[in-house]
């Protein structure tokens, strides 16, 4: 992360984009806008993005297929902004790569406190590996790049991980074969937005089975401890 971070914030609302440019941009953010997916991809295609906040509706355009598309190439932070509070609709928003959720009529400070927190999270990946100075790690059959946010497979394939899956597997790259609880989980990889969703771990980790597990449904590598938590099953080493 830049000294100023740059924020995209697509909504079909034009109050919501003003007030919430206005509202950044006093708190020392670079700030675009855009109000459906071809302006928001033709911004991200030119400009370097540090964060998008991101609609769920947006008039004839999808929030949800929009995240689908930036996950196939993009590792970029993305938060959700919905009229709905419903769980389902919370669970969706996580399940396609977004790293916060959060309901409209929203509080400005507590948005500006979750920007900065997942900013704050992507800026420390991108720094450093906590406790192991190494930024890769080989674990099973994978390595993990923490940098570029990308799984390879022994065959030279890569997966693109979201910055929130990032965050997660070095949870689990600190902590090997150890049975590590959801509350332990929410407060490494959320710090203290860890309230966000208390259901963003079980999420997280059901997205990293599909890309690392032969067989997602009865996973190997990453394991589940009921009424503990989850544990991976492997060896690590720093690379």
Request: charged share 25%; proline share 4%.
């Amino acid at each position: 992360m830049s000294s100023v971070s740059h924020i995209l914030i697509v909504d079909d609302e034009p109050e919501i984009r003003e007030s919430l440019s206005h509202y950044l941009g006093n708190n020392g953010f670079k700030v675009s806008c855009a109000a459906d997916e071809k302006q928001a991809l033709g911004v991200i295609a030119e400009e370097h993005i540090d964060l998008v906040i991101l609609d769920i509706v947006l008039g004839q355009d999808d929030g949800i297929s929009i995240c689908r598309t930036l996950r196939q190439s993009h590792s970029l932070p993305i938060m959700f902004l919905s009229g709905k509070a419903e769980d389902t609709e919370k669970v969706v928003g996580l399940e396609v790569g977004a790293d916060d959720y959060m309901i409209k009529p929203f509080n400005p400070r507590e948005l500006l406190a979750r920007v900065k927190a997942i900013l704050r999270r992507t800026q420390q990946i991108s720094i450093e590996t906590p406790k192991q100075n190494s930024k890769k790690y080989r674990f099973g059959d994978f390595v993990l790049d923490a940098i570029d946010q990308q799984i390879s497979t022994e065959a030279g394939d890569a997966i693109q991980l979201s910055s929130g899956e990032t965050r997660l597997l070095l949870v689990f790259m600190e902590n090997p074969q150890t049975v590590l609880s959801r509350d332990f989980l929410l407060e490494a990889t959320q710090g203290r937005m860890a309230n966000m969703f208390e259901r963003s771990i079980d999420n997280y980790v059901a997205r990293l089975r599909k890309k690392i597990e032969e067989n997602p449904k009865k996973p190997q590598i990453l394991k589940t401890y009921w009424g503990g938590g989850y544990l991976l099953n492997c060896a690590v080493s720093p690379l």
